[in-house]
C-alpha cells in the first residue's frame, strides 16, 4: 500500500505565493506518475497539474498555467506544488494522487493512491 501525506496548506492572501507538498510512502511505491487535483466547496474535484515519473512531462489546469509548477523529489519521494499569484478562485482542498504508470494523466481516474488533503484559502 502507498500512503500520500499533503503538507504546506494554509491562508494567503490574493497575489501571494504557496507551496505545498506530498510525501509518498509504502513498501510497494516506485514512484509512478503523480498529480494534483483540488476540490472547491460546493464543486466537483478538478485536475490542477500532473507530472511523470522522471520528471520530464508536466501538464497544467488552463487555470493555473504560467502560474503553478509541479515538481518532484524522487530521492526524497516528495512531490510539490509552487503556486504564485494566487488568487480567491484557488481556495480549494488540494490533493496529491498518484499511480503506478510512469506517464503523467490529467485523469483522476488513472491514479490509484490519493492523500486526505491540504486547505488552501486565499483571501482578497
Known amino acids: 500500500q502507498v500512503q500520500l501525506v499533503e503538507s504546506g496548506g494554509g491562508l494567503v492572501q490574493a497575489g501571494g505565493s504557496l507551496r505545498i507538498s506530498c510525501t509518498a510512502s509504502?513498501?510497494?511505491?516506485?514512484?509512478?506518475?503523480m498529480g494534483w487535483f483540488r476540490q472547491a466547496p460546493g464543486k466537483e474535484r478538478e485536475f490542477v497539474a500532473t507530472i511523470s515519473h522522471t520528471g520530464s512531462t508536466t501538464d497544467y489546469a488552463d487555470s493555473v498555467k504560467g502560474r503553478f509548477t509541479v515538481s518532484r523529489d524522487n530521492v526524497k519521494n516528495t512531490l510539490y506544488l509552487q503556486m504564485h499569484n494566487l488568487n480567491p478562485e484557488d481556495t480549494a482542498v488540494y490533493f496529491c494522487?498518484?499511480?503506478?504508470?510512469?506517464?503523467?494523466?490529467?485523469?483522476?481516474?488513472?491514479?490509484?493512491?490519493w492523500g486526505q488533503g491540504t486547505q488552501v484559502t486565499v483571501s482578497s
Open positions: 494522487a498518484a499511480r503506478g504508470s510512469p506517464f503523467a494523466s490529467q485523469d483522476a481516474r488513472h491514479y490509484t493512491y
Open positions: 509504502g513498501r510497494t511505491w516506485d514512484g509512478g506518475a
